[in-house]
Structures are given as structure tokens and as C-alpha cells.
């Protein structure tokens, strides 16, 4: 049975762990959305972290009171402070989507106006009748920093879930808090995931610049797939590449040998979104 695993919120400090920290308890564990309520944020050994919307220029951890449910950490923001709307005016919806201390207090999450005001389980269960079939999937087997962009992108293409290969902690900071709408799955290996998506009829497809692989720009991607990546520097493993169903590349025309992964993921799962979504349904 997959096991349910609620991420918290930690200090900066927490965000490499030891690798005694990282064992993992099953083949396509599942790490989120859900996300402990009030939860102590050094006492916690989750990597985080989720950083105040009042103080996301100097990068601290903080809670910024009346901006979200009661107890819970106020996500990270690039825009500033002013990002979000305030209290809801007038007579509030009857809707139980809607969560009474947004309402309140006012909306500064990182969310599209469509969900404003809305519980987050209310986020996430409209967000998984929009989901595509694709998933992401990244090895961590050094604490890849960039797996947070990874995981945020995988959101904003709304990818039916991110799998996260190797090591089960991660660094969070790149997520934006994203990873509390996103479904997060854990395989201690490369040969658990691609057994787990060939059982769910998904094709795996790696992605590296190798002798071989297919340029993306001319490749039809698979409707039903699972994007594979590697790390920052070595690239997929011999692994990924032996039990992917497809290689493919992204052309290149300068110097250097290759792009960071988290720019590379999503540049892939755009071309999956340009072959396959349905473009009207976008925000």
C-alpha cells in the first residue's frame, strides 16, 4: 500500500540532510500534497523551507499573520509583499471551497485567481481534473537542487504527478510551496520506477544529450509517458538510459555541454504540452 508522507516546513539549514536520512520505506511512496498542520519548523526533519511572504527578499523563514489558514506557513513569493488580493468584501460564498480564514484574512499564496480563497484540498481536487498524462520524473542521488524547479514547473503544466528516483528527501526551496498542490511519488531506483510505469502503461522517456538520443524539436512524445531526467552535470544514468523506451536530446548551439536540469525539464514537458494539450483549457 502506498504510504502517505506529509512534508513540513524546516530552517534553511535543513536543507541537505544526511544520507542516514534517506531510506526509503517503498516502491512509489507517496510524498504529497498534504502538507502537517502548525508544524515545528526546526523540530522537523523535512527539507524545506516554505518562507514568509514578508520577508521573501531577504530569504528568512516566517509567518506573516492573516495571510493564509491560521497556523500554517505563508508561501514563498518573488513579487513582493503586495502579491495576493485581501479580505473578501460583501457576504462571503456559501461554496465550502472556499476556506473561512482566507476569507477573512485575506489570499497571499502563490496561486492563480482562479482558486483565491479557496481550501487547499479544494486546490487539489480541481487541479487533478485538469491534470495531463504525463509524469516527471528526476534522479536524486546527490541532493539535486534543482528538483524544486523541477516540481514547480511539473505544476505549472499541471503533470499528473512528479517521482522523485533515489534519494527520498529534497530540496524544497525551488517549489515555491508548489509541492502542496503537486503529487509526489518515491522510488528508491531507477528499476522501480520504470517497472512502476510500465504497469500503468506509461512509456519512459529519458532526456540527455547522448550520442543517439533523438532531438526533441522533430520527436512525437508518447501521450501516456513519464519524462525522465538526471542530474546536474552527469545526466540520466546508465540505468535510466537502458530502461528508458525513448532517448531525447535538446539541441544546443553554444559553448557549453549541456543546460541546467531544471531548465531542461521544462522545456521538455512544454513540448509534450504543444503536442498534446488542449490549449483552451490553459489559464
Known sequence: MTEHIEPTTTDRAAQVVSDGADA????????????????DPVA????????????????????????????????????????????????????????????????RRNVVDHYRYWRREAVVADLDARRHDFHVAIENFQHDHNIGTVVRTANAFAAKAVHIVGRRRW??????????????????DVESLVDWAHAQDLAVVAVDNTPGAEPVERAALPPRCVLLFGQEG??????????????VSISQFGSTRSI????????????????????????
Request: proline share 6%; aromatic share 6%; no cysteine.
Open 24 to 39: 526509503a520505506s517503498g516502491t512509489g511512496e507517496d510524498l504529497g500534497p498534504v502538507v502537517r498542520e502548525g508544524a
Open 234 to 247: 552527469p545526466g540520466i544514468s546508465d540505468d535510466s538510459r537502458g530502461g528508458a523506451d525513448q532517448v
Open 260 to 283: 541546467n536540469a531544471g531548465v531542461a525539464a521544462g522545456i521538455v514537458m512544454h513540448t509534450w504540452i504543444q503536442q498534446h494539450a488542449d490549449l483552451t483549457q490553459a489559464w
Open 44 to 107: 522537523s526533519g523535512d527539507t524545506g523551507p516554505d518562507v514568509g511572504a514578508g520577508v521573501a527578499a531577504s530569504g528568512d523563514v516566517g509567518r506573516t499573520a492573516g495571510a493564509g489558514t491560521a497556523g500554517e506557513d505563508v508561501g514563498p513569493t518573488e513579487w513582493g509583499t503586495t502579491v495576493g488580493v485581501g479580505p473578501w468584501e460583501g457576504a462571503w460564498p456559501s461554496d465550502d471551497r472556499y476556506d473561512p480564514e482566507l476569507l477573512e484574512h485575506g489570499d
Open 171 to 188: 530540496n524544497r526551496r525551488g517549489a515555491m510551496v508548489t509541492d502542496r498542490y503537486q503529487h509526489v511519488h518515491h522510488h528508491p
